[in-house]
């Protein structure tokens, strides 16, 4: 079982009424603060091993991977969930070294393909790094922090035990992964369980761990939409989710009570499940500029 502790809103709720500012982007150009998801593109990964995930070719629709990357904007705020693969890659062949680091030997597994800039997309919408108030990332791998440097001016909002991964003293300078190094200095706010980030229960961070110590998933409580959980990998693909498989070296490391945990959460609040590497569900999203309110 999972036992989550909720960190205190108060503070979250204070330093963003403070840090936000009306901007000009698309909040501000409809007419007014509203609780907004924007679905960004942020690369696929050409992918053909489902079976690192316990699943064969043929249990799986899509073996690629969709790389998402969420901005949500609250009258209090704006927060990025997760900046995918890097920036710098977009335009490169799609096989050259995945997530930035060639394997020995060279695989053919595992390939990324980035063909829009994150930093573009958000300034479509009106948003810079500077506009970004809080930055979360589901866990630390390469394909979800491709970008996070560009947001280390943001307040970091980050588990302990996923800091402690990153940055602890166990971890040698030199293995710690360029993409998200800057994030050491930044501003940051450490989590030790769920944490609802504007004090409103609109936006909450859910401790999820198992894929990595510290991993988070994010629930947001649309008004129109209703409520969706983005869910990082806790589950790659939804046949994952249907038959019950997960890697076989989660199995003891807490992915099954972090599972078990946010199916209960959805169900009691009634949110739907959105699998970020889900390619075929991805492809049917909205994608910014348009958005879910």
Excluded at 239 to 260: D, F, Q, V, Y
Aim: with cysteine; proline share 7%; net charge neutral.
């Amino acid at each position: 079982m999972v036992l989550f502790r909720t960190t205190s809103v108060t503070l979250a709720a204070a330093v963003a009424a403070c840090m936000y500012a009306p901007h000009q982007g698309a909040a501000a150009q409809t007419g007014g603060p509203s609780l907004r998801l924007y679905v960004l593109d942020c690369g696929t990964l050409i992918y053909n091993n489902p079976e690192t995930y316990n699943l064969t070719r043929q249990e799986v629709k899509n073996t690629n991977m969709s790389v998402g990357c969420y901005l949500v904007v609250h009258p209090r705020g704006a927060l990025l969930f997760d900046t995918g693969l890097p920036d710098s890659a977009r335009g490169r062949p799609f096989n050259e070294s995945p997530l930035g680091r060639q394997p020995n030997p060279p695989s053919t597994a595992y390939w990324m393909l980035v063909t829009k800039s994150l930093k573009s997309q958000l300034a479509e919408i009106g948003f810079t790094p500077e506009k970004i108030n809080y930055l979360a990332l589901s866990h630390y791998h390469g394909d979800h922090v491709g970008n996070a440097n560009d947001y280390a001016a943001s307040v970091w909002l980050v588990q302990k035990t996923e800091y402690d991964a990153m940055f602890g003293p166990n971890v040698p300078p030199e293995s710690i992964n360029p993409a998200y190094r800057l994030l050491k200095e930044s501003k940051r706010q450490i989590l030790q369980g769920d944490h609802d980030v504007f004090g409103d229960g609109t936006v909450v961070l859910k401790y999820t761990p198992g894929h990595t110590p510290g991993h988070q998933s994010l629930y947001v409580k649309l008004a129109r939409t209703g409520g969706i959980v983005l869910s990082g990998d806790l589950y790659h693909y939804p046949e994952e989710r249907a038959l019950g498989r997960m890697p076989e070296r989660e199995k003891t490391i807490g992915t099954p009570a972090s599972r078990a945990a946010l199916e209960a959460f959805m169900k009691e609040v009634k949110a739907e499940l959105w699998i970020e590497h889900d390619i075929s569900a991805y492809t049917s999203q909205k994608k910014s500029p348009a958005y879910y309110d």
